[in-house]
């Protein structure tokens, strides 16, 4: 598959595996009945597949609650919606003016224009109590105005992020349409639960799970959503299912930065009769702008039970 024919994320999302695809993909069974993306994040992996139907799975309730209203939603309304909220923060608009009109440096992109207004926006969207589609394209534009474009909520479940450098332009746009245009022309069903409520079905069922990665650390983990606890619970889930006859691909990271998935890695010693792990060739380096030594790799894997 090109990569041009890729469909990807318009939620950019971080831990997501648009870039891995072309080595992911080539490992997934050729068609599937149901794929079950259980940890969907932005969707990049169920929406590449190729299989009759996919379900959508992810605990976080608002990116799925998004996901759904872009496939109910005719696409000139979504984005005439997105673009209404963009004119009434008098957030910048460069696919429409360019950038030189809003006259900003290239080190901080549209920042310094947007500040101020995208403040206004997050305030709205965090005080906002009814959760209707207003608020859910409030969450996409404020996603596509902060920083990294990245999702972090606080522990009072206040969207906390600073403002980014980039706005709603042509690129983004473009991305959503493609994303939009998937949704409306597949066969996709979404749900927002645990991973553990997620019943599959042996005569149908192929699951992917991408699990946030227990040693790296990632925006959506930050408040203690991924332990030990839930590692282990995974691994349980993904025995149960190759038990019953299900296949299953796993992402995740072995090691990165010295540290070990200890817990990943004796489950996979401990199988090596029926899992097989694919090494992967990738590195999170860009991925935390603190880290000192952007240049150190991680052991990037697939395991599957086929
Ligand atoms: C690595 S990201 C998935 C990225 C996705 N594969 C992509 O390419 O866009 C992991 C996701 O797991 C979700 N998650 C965390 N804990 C979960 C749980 N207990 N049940 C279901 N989803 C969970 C997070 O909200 C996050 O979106």
Not at 131 to 141: A, M, N, P, Q, S
Request: charged residues 25%; aromatic residues 14%; proline residues 3%.
């Amino acid at each position: 598959m090109q990569v041009d024919e890729l469909i990807e994320s318009p939620l950019n999302y971080t831990g997501g595996k648009y870039k891995l695809l072309p080595q992911i993909l080539p490992f997934f069974p050729n068609n599937t009945t149901r794929f079950v993306d259980i940890f969907c994040g932005g969707c990049n992996v169920g929406a590449n597949v190729k299989s009759e139907s996919v379900l959508f799975n992810d605990n976080n309730r608002i990116i799925i609650e998004l996901f759904k209203l872009f496939k109910i939603k005719e696409c000139n309304t979504t984005i005439r919606r997105i673009e209404r909220i963009i004119k009434k923060y008098g957030l910048s608009d460069s696919s429409k003016h360019g950038y030189e009109f809003y006259s900003c440096s290239s080190s901080d992109g549209l920042a310094t224009f947007n500040k101020d207004k995208f403040m206004r926006l997050r305030e709205d969207f965090n005080n906002r109590t009814k959760k209707d589609e207003r608020y859910y394209y409030l969450f996409y534009v404020l996603v596509v105005y902060a920083f990294n474009n990245q999702i972090r909520f606080n522990s009072k479940g206040e969207f906390n992020l600073p403002v980014g450098k980039r706005d709603f332009n042509s690129c983004m746009k473009e991305k959503l349409v493609k994303f939009i245009n998937y949704l409306k022309t597949t066969n996709v069903s979404f749900s927002a639960k645990d991973f553990r409520k997620i019943v599959l079905n042996p005569d149908t069922d192929f699951v992917y799970a991408d699990p946030p990665y227990l040693i790296t650390c990632a925006t959506y983990n930050e408040n203690g959503g991924w332990g030990e606890k839930e590692e282990v619970a995974l691994l349980e889930y993904l025995d149960k299912a190759h038990v019953q006859g299900i296949k299953f691909a796993l992402s995740n990271v072995l090691s990165s930065k010295g540290k070990v998935n200890k817990i990943l890695l004796d489950w996979i010693e401990s199988n090596d009769d029926k899992y097989r792990v694919i090494h992967l060739n990738y590195s999170y380096s860009n991925s935390n702008y603190h880290t000192k030594d952007k240049k150190t790799k991680s052991d990037e894997v697939l395991v599957v039970n086929y």
